[in-house]
């Protein structure tokens, strides 16, 4: 039997710790924009793919004769389900989720987690929609390049949805220096 190490703690989950980082006073201001521009590229690469694909032509060289595939509502909708997940995700009270009972109502805590709870399953299920979307519209045609990545970019825009919710959900729960805890 090994002897535990010296800074083993029973209540942690993993074995190895997360290591420490420290980005100062401003790491919460740093992680509120590290998410806005996670968004803001997220949105931008399906933009682009949607622009291009309504001015698609056929390669220089070769008879001009009308693209095999464009973007359309099926294309959005993954988009859209990630979106309203992020939505739901951080218009969540922080403190209800963790369950601090200082709001009164004893509900409130299992109707904020079953919200967050709704908020990822839409984003989860935005993931999934653009991966299959991915698959069987473009993949398994076999569309040339500049076709397959109007699917590449819509399954880059969930996942860039997803990271810059997780920074967001993190950046807003660490207090900072200017935050004060009054308690009756």
Known sequence: MAV???????RRVCINPFPHISL????????????????ALANWTFLDAAILSAHAHSPIGEPERPPPVHVTFLDWLPGLCSLFGMLVINLIDKDRVQGHEDFGDSRAVWRARLFLFIGFALMAGGLAGSVTVLVLKYILHRYAEQYTYY????????VALMLSAIVLWISQSVSTEYEYTLSI
């Open 4 to 10: 535990p190490r010296h800074n083993y703690d029973p």
């Open 151 to 158: 699917g590449y970019a819509n399954v880059s825009q969930n």
């Open 24 to 39: 100062g006073k401003h790491r919460r201001t740093i992680g509120i924009y590290l998410a806005g521009g996670l968004f």
